[in-house]
């Protein structure tokens, strides 16, 4: 008797047996002849990313802010400041020698960095419970997922010095050139650092498909490159900052640099026993199958700018595959990874106020 | 005792900034008016599939006229189910609804927490009893389905400080989008319903320009008008002329019972306008 060849759609196999399918795809090309390019499951080349889009002020309510969609993957990224007055820094420590400071190029460079760090004036959030994926349900504690990017995008963004302390000073200029009554007349010509700005950047996953941390990166940047802050005067009697609403006054913050993070991931030909034997591929922007799959992952952080490559910030867990030379060659690829995301940056260029269109275009690229 | 599980920023308070012009711009003369008829909708658009990884999902936004670069309400909802319960959870013999709506923290004019609000609850339950009515429980039993809602952006005007103090009229114009778009999402994940059902709002303003009178417009942009006297918020099934969720908020003058009704009324015409589109949507899904 002959049993009924039982035959699955690949998706099916997917859910299955994940680690063979991917193998399976690595190893053999679509048309079952010997493979020359490997292949993953999502038809992508090992070393292929996603393609990128960016769309920034798409959002009214924030004073910068980025949409970035990597194949499925979507994050929106809003950035929001407000006023904090010196007055309610408890561990306050005016600088009185900028005069002096501005000499010393490197000891200017460290104080500032410490000002932006010392009175914790990045505040960026990730929030993926969103129902962005099957596994992120709201009504929970944000996952460790969610407090795993958070850090590192807080600890990349004080690393990395994107964001100078410069814009964020709220000056007092009102008793500049008066006369003054009191006894300190230098000090009272002065302007006076009266606030800064605190930037609230918050990362909503509208759609998860893998590597949250490198699309949470390309939208916090794309946002920050994207924020005005408004023109602003200390108002002694109410002693309060006063923004005017004029927004072609709005100055836009000044980002240094284009850090581009770049992840992948690798997969190891044996799902259990030693790592280390056996074949290995470096998966570059995994999808969540692929994320799944694989223990060991590495991030670099690169910046172009320039035309010199600087490596901010690397990152590596999870196994001992990635030695010295495949770090080296990895960072050529995120090379290859900054000019995507630059040309991206540089294509948004037609912001309109609508997402519609854009949800529009990239729905119908599934 | 701040949430150590999230980064919390500087331990003093940080305050929103402060706009100049606030106070005196209805006066230089620049005021928002309603150029709409009184019975129609704004412009929306509506696309399911945003979220593949959902069973369904579906992304709505709606049109702020009279300024190019400002838009209004965003929405976008994602379904996950129908799935089975948990064990410890006693037997049901129809499906269990969740719904949660969360504002997103840029979404309105003053910083949204990360922890849900009263108002945000409130807006939950007001869904889930909106679509309780739509969809086909006994299909279901012993299994639950989740509606998550991210409001992305508010129906907020930034230029305008009137009606600060009560965004509560804002609220029902969220709550009627949410019905739409999570419709639209359950539709996209091959949930049964008995029919689409669509919010509309209809609300009782009164213009200076009238004289003082009142008179009733549906999908009331609250800064176009200066006093709305009460809203509601109607969810429609239109082949069962049937409303499943029905808010009310507002004073109206006792005398006028007629005027409660033909609120209702305009409210249902609202609904069958959202209608319009969602089918439309669904078809071009299909199609």
Redesign the interface.
Known sequence: MATPSLTFPRSVFAKLSPHPYLLRTLTTSPDDTTTTTPTRTNGRAPSEPRPLKIHTS?????HG?ALVRAG?T?V?C????????VT???QYRPVTDYDALAEDEEEKERRDRAELKD???L???I?LA?????QF???V??STLA?TV??RV?SLLHGSGVVGVEGLRVWDTSRVGATAEGVDEEEEEKPRLVAYW?L?I?L?F????GNPFDAAWTAVVAALRDTKL?E??WDPDRE???????TERAKALGVRGLPVACSAVVFLEKERGEPGEGRHWLLLDPD?LEEGLCGEAITVVVDCEGGETRVRAMEKVGGVVVGRELVRGFVGVAEKRWKEVKAAMNMDGQA?????AF??E??SS? | MADRRRINGPPGATAPPIYEDDSNQESSGFKATRTRQPNTIRRMYLKTGVTPSASGSAYLEVEMPGKSGASGLKLSCTVHGPRSLPRSSPFSPHIILSSHVKFAPFATKQRRGYLRDPTERDLGTHLEAALRGAIIADRWPKSGVDIIISVIEGDQDRGTAKNQADDSWEDMNVLSGCITVASAALADAGIDCVDTVAGGVAALVRDGSDNGKTKIVIDPIPSEHDKIEAACCVAYLPSRDEITNLWFKGDLPSKEAGLYQELVEQGILASKQANRVLVECLGETVG
């Open positions: 798409s959002l009214s309510h924030a802010s499925d979507t929106i809003g950035v929001r400041a407000e006023i904090l007055p309610s820094i408890p009175y914790d004036l505040v960026p959030n929030e969103t129902g962005c994926a099957p349900l709201p009504g504690p944000p407090q958070s850090t807080y605190t609230y918050d909503l509208v759609s998860y498909d408004p602003v005067r309060a900052a006063v923004c005017g609403s004029r969540r309109h106020g609508a997402l519609g949800v529009e990239a729905g599934r």
